[in-house]
């Protein structure tokens, strides 16, 4: 009867954890996998308004059309939610692209224009990466112009004293060419009717760094005092989902160190964040994508965050002032990141004296482990061409390396079995005494050489791999959209079978917890096969819980990326053929695992009939 009850409460337990992840499921990570959320978006046609004060620039752009609405509940890759949105973007990006006063920007990583009205930064989509998993699908827009429901660009520029004109956000600049390329600097001029001359010079490389250099020549007869900005403008409209897991918002590297503290909401509250350190970098970053700041290392710029209201924010960089005496000329450079996060990119600009740039991506506190773990995955992309493939090889080689500890965890099972009669018969002696009794069996432990913990050795192992993995999934844009076979087009998303509604052909979506594919059946299977195959519990109770966990684990795993199914499945497998193996080593083992299977089925047979009996 008390085995019936525990039964009971285990069946309930495990239904309030299923329905209980799909609603924090639901509500932490709505839409979570879904391929076709876009990253930031559209137009504008809106002019970038005058930068003013003294102190920093504290001119704001436009709100976007719809910006007083609550937002949508941001989605993993971000980007606009309402169709409303999406609509007025495809809108508003087609006015302002088709404006004559724009230099086009034509490089290897990026393509766009920068608006001469405003000298703004505010159109750029990367050649490298899809809005979807079709190959097909538009290039992911990450800048788009002020004024728009996407609006996120960068902008460089002065701030003049005492009156001075310096270029506001419509000023129209000349170029001395039409098209930015990696070998074609471009360099915009604007000169002022008090005898002073503006420039900024654009470079770009073949990946998402431009090079910004500003410069200021005095040809009036008196000195002037003015003091360069640099900011990045942008919705959180089109921000990416932040969790306690990966940062999405404001970022930078302070002092060398890369501060993730900072929230959209924190800003809005505060008004105005300013991190305490020099500011190596600044910027927003969503999980795959990033827009930064980065001054010229011998400058001494003030980092801060600013919310503009109607859902903008803005990072600035404000330089100390500096006098032009008259026919001098003052220069300030810096860069700007506006790309995609690929590691091996980030890690260059690092080298480059970038501090600490390739901790953008969020890899937490055991990055020590984690990036090892993507390095050996991405190697093995490279050599198969097919990350579904290198994650079975990356299950093979834990799998492999594990197999010593294996090997011991059995033999450590096999010394267990020979000593359970003399642990039952101290058990009886000290039935009345459980402190003496588990002194009795420490003692025997110790004097047969046995670790009883040694079985549980290679599951913590591979704890950490696991993590890892998931964090990899997560995080790097080199998993995003990357196929394996058949269906699967996206192994950092979920496995978009639902078996409920026959793989799509009947017309509705199941709910969370029942939307299992295909995978997530085959990880309920082979786990299921993999506990059969172990020793079973002494405790009927106990096993008949171990019998369901493989199939509540089928419900709990079907959200997740579907590459840590591939790859949870592979072990699964591995170690059915792994215990087979280690079985055929050591039949004492399995004699024994059969023998108590057969006394656990006839103590579950007469607790059952007893309980009925009794009722």
Not at 5 to 15: D, E, K, Q, T
Not at 392 to 407: E, N, S, W, Y
């Amino acid at each position: 009867m008390q085995n019936q009850r525990n039964m009971i409460w285990a069946v309930v337990l495990m239904g309030v954890i299923l329905i209980g992840w799909d609603l924090g499921l639901r509500y932490f990570y709505p839409h979570l996998g879904d391929k076709h959320a876009v990253t930031a978006a559209p137009s504008a046609a809106a002019p970038v308004p005058a930068t003013g004060a003294p102190a920093r620039p504290t001119a704001n752009a436009a709100a976007p059309a719809g910006s007083d609405a609550a937002p949508a509940k941001p989605t993993r890759e971000g980007g606009l939610q309402v169709a409303e949105d999406q609509a007025a973007e495809a809108i508003d990006l087609r006015a302002a692209l088709a404006a004559p006063t724009r230099v086009a920007i034509d490089a290897p990583g990026v393509k766009g224009s920068i608006n001469l009205v405003g000298a703004v930064l505010d159109d750029l989509t990367l050649n490298r990466h899809r809005e979807t998993s079709d190959p097909n699908s538009p290039p992911v827009r990450l800048f788009s112009p002020a004024g728009s429901p996407a609006q996120h660009f960068a902008q460089v520029g002065w701030v003049g004293d005492n009156g001075l004109a310096t270029p506001a956000g419509n000023t129209l600049w000349q170029a001395d060419g039409k098209r930015l390329t990696q070998s074609t600097p471009v360099t915009l001029r604007w000169a002022n009717a008090t005898g002073q001359t503006f420039t900024i010079r654009y470079a770009i490389d073949a990946n998402y760094m431009l090079s910004v250099a500003q410069s200021v020549t005095n040809a009036a007869p008196a000195p002037i005092t003015l003091r360069p900005f640099a900011l990045v403008n942008r919705t959180d409209r089109t921000a990416s989902l932040d969790t306690w897991q990966v940062h999405s918002g404001p970022i930078g590297a302070f002092d060398g160190t890369v501060n993730f503290a900072s929230h959209y909401k924190d800003i809005a509250a505060a008004g105005e964040i300013a991190p305490a350190g020099q500011a190596n970098w600044i910027g927003f970053t969503d999980i795959y994508w990033l827009s930064a700041l980065i001054p010229d290392g011998n400058s001494r710029p003030a980092g801060s965050y600013r919310a503009l209201g109607g859902g903008l924010f803005r990072a600035d960089l404000v330089y100390p002032a500096v006098t032009v005496a008259p026919n001098q000329t003052t220069s300030q450079s810096l860069r700007v990141f506006a790309g995609a996060k690929e590691n091996s990119v980030l890690e260059a600009y690092e080298k480059q004296g970038i501090a600490n740039f390739s901790l953008t991506i969020d890899w937490g506190w055991f990055r020590w482990f984690e990036k090892p773990i993507f390095w050996l995955l991405d190697s093995l992309f490279k050599a198969v061409k097919n990350f579904g493939v290198a994650i079975i090889l990356l299950t093979l080689i834990v799998r492999g390396a594990m197999f010593p500890v294996a090997q011991r965890q059995f033999a450590s099972m096999a010394a267990m079995r020979a000593i359970q009669p003399k642990m039952k018969a101290i058990q009886e002696r000290y039935k009345d005494d459980k402190p003496r009794a588990q002194q009795e069996i420490m003692a025997l432990y110790k004097e047969e050489g046995v670790n009883p913990l040694a079985g549980c050795l290679p599951m913590f192992l591979q704890i950490p791999v696991f993590f890892a993995l998931y964090k990899v999934l997560v995080l790097t844009i080199e998993m995003r959209h990357q196929p394996f076979v058949a269906w699967i087009h996206d192994l950092s998303a979920p496995d978009p079978t639902h078996v409920l509604n026959l793989f799509g052909l009947l017309p509705f979506t199941p709910p969370g917890f029942m939307g299992i594919g295909v995978l997530a059946i085959a990880l309920g299977a082979t786990m299921w096969l993999q506990f059969k195959l172990q020793p079973a519990a002494m405790d009927p109770s106990q096993q008949q819980v171990m019998s369901l966990m493989p199939w509540m684990m089928m419900f709990v795993m079907s959200t997740f990326a579907s590459g840590l199914l591939i790859y949870w499945i592979t072990s699964n497998l591995l170690t059915i053929a792994q215990q087979r193996y280690l079985y055929s080593r050591h039949p004492q083992l399995k004699a024994q695992a059969a023998k108590d299977q057969t006394d656990i089925d006839r103590q579950v047979k007469r607790d059952g009939k007893s309980g009925n009996e009794k009722v």
